[in-house]
């Protein structure tokens, strides 16, 4: 298995090709870093709906980069998780990060795959919402930005 969670393009490139090449790359920066948070909250509040707080606590062991709990979660559900592929192609991919980071990462998105399968689809189409409202407000945000 690849990654358990497609990634979207959120990068520059995707603001010019939406009517946002006159920002600067500042600009640009700003905006993607605000676009990811609002992205990441809202992902994160429709995956969490109806979740008990039992899951809800053992997938805070990866956000919160819990160490002693993401160990001991991987020694029940992925003992051989340094043996994968995809957690081979992932360090492989990100020379010198954090072990922690990754193992966070790593794992959150392994976690989500079992008990959210979902996450695909809702990550995609709470994307695709972000994207439709930054568009009808493209001249109100372009304002904005460049009356600053």
């Not at 429709?46 to 053992?58: I, R």
């Not at 592929?85 to 966070?104: H, K």
């Not at 990550?123 to 695709?128: A, G, I, M, P, V």
């Not at 919402?129 to 372009?142: N, Q, S, T």
Request: hydrophobic share 35%; with cysteine; aromatic share 8%.
């Amino acid at each position: 298995m690849t990654s358990p969670t497609p990634l979207l393009p959120l990068d520059e490139a995707l603001l010019d090709g939406l009517g946002f090449s006159c920002l600067s790359s500042a600009d640009k920066t700003d905006l993607l870093r605000l676009l990811y948070d609002e992205l990441e909250q809202r992902v994160g509040e429709k995956l969490t709906e109806g979740m008990p707080d039992s899951e809800l606590e053992e997938f805070d062991a990866f956000t919160s980069m819990d160490l002693v709990r993401m160990a001991r979660w991987f020694d029940q559900y992925m003992p051989d998780f340094q043996q994968r592929d995809d957690w081979r192609v992932l360090v492989l991919q990100n020379p010198g990060a954090d072990p922690t980071s990754m193992l966070s990462l790593y794992g959150s998105q392994h976690w989500l795959f079992q008990h959210r399968p979902d996450t695909a689809q809702i990550t995609k189409e709470t994307y695709d919402k972000l994207l439709e409202e930054l568009v009808a407000h493209k001249d109100e945000l372009l304002q904005e930005i460049l009356n600053r």
